[in-house]
């Protein structure tokens, strides 16, 4: 997918985005992290946050302390 290189795809292209209608939150002016982690049965899945206008580092910090937290699992 384009523009989704980086360590927490800050590039993201929103017409790409693999969910439906995932582009109205940042088009409301919503904040949106996604990350993709890996595959089940060769399919892709990934995680994504919303939140508040102005909560991008708390969201990077939240999907931060999810990805840790899952690794230790």
Avoid at 10 to 30: C, F, H
Avoid at 33 to 39: M, N, R, Y
Avoid at 50 to 63: K, Q
Wanted: hydrophobic residues 45%.
């Amino acid at each position: 997918m384009p523009g989704t290189q980086g360590p927490l795809n800050a590039l993201l292209d929103l017409r790409q985005m693999p969910v439906a209608n995932a582009e109205l939150g940042p088009l409301a002016g919503l904040r949106l992290a996604v990350k993709d982690i890996g595959s089940v049965g060769g399919a892709p899945f990934g995680l994504s946050l919303l939140g508040p206008s102005g909560s991008d580092v708390a969201l990077i910090r939240l999907g931060r302390r999810i990805l840790d937290a899952a690794r230790k699992v």
